[in-house]
């Protein structure tokens, strides 16, 4: 007999690997797109393919959505919470893109940590470079580029699973650094029970195996997930206190998945070896 608590344990992973799955077609339709426009007018036309490829990717589907699959006039919500974070610092996204996965530069038996300056307040992350040296090494690559800077954290879960996803330059779910890299350390020692604990920094993916690029959650509480994506960092008590704030504040659609109701910006992202 299956429990009611099971049950929606079981509803809500379903329902999160729907919308990976959904993010993942909405990408191959953006990439058949693109392949066909690109044949038909050639390198004449290159500057306005890229426009179009921007407006794709922003795109998911038939019309705008946020990070819960909800259109931007579902997002609204009549219990708002105040927002306690501060307001972002001067800035933009900078757009950027590469073809393939950088070439592998940090040192897998020294320690690494990640520190995320948001707008809600300091997230630290111990990363786990000899557990997942692939993810490590993008991370350091792309936080020194300046990949992360000025960009919203855009999805927050708060029932089934409790994770806050970041790392989209567009904030529509879809976007990426324009490679992706393995799933690793899927057999990591803390991820008991189909369970993501508390503190667990991982990749998110397209429901696929092999598909993170640079989209991250940061899990506040036990989350009931499979293990499909890469554990590659954990978050310090401090982190995990501006977490808990952004929590508390909740999401805009009101079912417990959707956009942030916290102006959560990464002003500054930065990987150090000490």
């Not at 329902?15 to 038909?40: C, E, G, H, P, Y």
Request: hydrophobic share 30%; glycine share 10%.
């Amino acid at each position: 007999m299956v429990s009611q608590e099971q049950r929606r344990r079981q509803l809500a992973r379903e329902k999160f690997l729907r919308q990976q799955q959904r993010r993942t077609d909405a990408r191959r339709k953006a990439r058949m797109r693109n392949s066909v426009i690109a044949s038909v007018l050639g390198v004449i036309v290159i500057g306005s393919v890229a426009l179009y490829t921007t407006g794709v990717m922003k795109d998911d589907g038939d019309k705008k959505v946020d990070a819960a699959g909800s259109s931007p006039s579902a997002a609204a919500s009549p219990s708002k919470a105040p927002d306690p974070c501060e307001k972002p610092a001067e800035g933009s996204v900078k757009k950027q893109s590469w073809k393939k996965e950088p070439a592998m530069s940090i040192d897998t038996s020294a320690d690494y940590t990640m520190k995320l300056a948001t707008t809600c307040g300091d997230i630290g992350v111990a990363l786990k470079a000899s557990a997942a040296p692939h993810t490590v090494n993008s991370f350091a690559y792309l936080a020194d580029k300046g990949f992360f800077d000025h960009t919203k954290c855009h999805r927050l879960t708060t029932n089934g699973i409790y994770v806050l996803q970041c790392g989209d330059p567009t904030a529509a779910g879809t976007g990426g650094p324009g490679y992706t890299i393995p799933d690793e350390n899927l057999k990591d020692k803390s991820l008991k029970k189909n369970t993501y604990p508390a503190g667990t920094v991982a990749m998110a993916n397209t429901g696929q195996p092999h598909t993170g690029g640079s989209q991250f959650f940061l899990v506040y509480k036990d989350s009931p997930l499979p293990p499909s994506y890469t554990p590659f960092g954990t978050i310090d008590k401090a982190g995990l206190k501006v977490l808990d704030k952004i929590a508390k504040a909740g999401e805009t659609t009101g079912q417990g998945d959707g956009a942030p109701n916290a102006t959560v910006v990464i002003d500054k992202a930065t990987v150090t070896k000490s």
